[in-house]
């Protein structure tokens, strides 16, 4: 439930609507934005009555919130939240680039690509270094002396670093190391994990879960908000279907609708969406274009050598053709979302799934 305030609405009048709503055991989020005021209601609400609450003073109107994420809808919070790293800014116009191995696999590999990047402009570097494979007898991660190479690398070059937890006991052990936890598809609704996660300091970067809803995704998002870290970077990385030319399918739809119905900023995964070198870029410009706030993309400097998805990293050549094409549509691209984004924050749709 949203209570939206009345601009006037008076610090003791604010408490007298707290003060009802805190008896029902019902918690309160509160969110200012620039136009609006506005109170999200959760928990078990069965003992709120929606026309008792719009007769408070102060009350302009009550919205029953039809979806089953609360927090991480744009119902609550239309306007969208820009999730800051360093000097990189999620959700803003400006698309963020992520850049990296799969796994992060020697000290001269990471430092090698972290160079190569930082000088092509990337924002963010990436490395796997506990790694979720399908198979127990693939490469699984060189452990936690990658993160240690991994801030390093990325510390020298001016790039903060994201990273993979695949427990929560690796929280503590990443901590000091890297800026971004992520959180893979295998595990989206492992919910210990989010909500652990839920509880740090640190931006958290949500990949969809191969066969994950839109609500579902969302709800992962949410164990994470509703601990109290709203710094989550969502990540459309393909999901599994019927087609077999690719290893999953990127769901460009998601990309837009995420923007209709949540606050958050979502990025695109194409190495793992489509595990095709040849599909990288297109699909890249595609998710772009659509609207996404960033992109992912596994790079390798030989990916014939790579200890793991080297089929779909990019090599230093292909990588530099992925960022002139960008760069040929990027002030169009940034213009459209300088024109769409205030349509996105006024007519919020609702999706219940
Ligand atoms: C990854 O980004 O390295 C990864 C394992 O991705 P996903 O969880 O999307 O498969
Ligand atoms: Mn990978």
Redesign the pocket.
Known sequence: MIIVLKDRITDSEVKTIKTYIAKTGARIHESEGKEKKILGIIGDLRDLDQMALEAFPGVAKVIRILEPYKLASRNFHPKSTIVTVKNVRFGDLEPVIIAGP??VETEEQIWDIARTMSKKGVHVL?G?VF???SSPYAFQGIGKIGAEWLQEAGKSNNLPVVS?VMEISDIDLLYDYIDIF???????QHFKLLKALGKTDKPIFL??G?SATLSEFLMSAEYILSEGNDQIIL?E??IRTFVEFSRNTFDLNIVPMIKNVSHLPIVI?P??ATGRTDLIIPVSLGGLVAGADGL?V?VHPRPYEAY??GNQSLNYDQMNELLDDWAAIRESVIGLRKKKQKDIEQNVSNYSG
């Open positions: 799969c796994s990436r796997g790694k979720p494979r993979e992520q959180v893979g598809a295998r595990n989206m990949k969809r191969i990540c990385r393909g995964d190495s793992h992912m596994e793991s998805d």
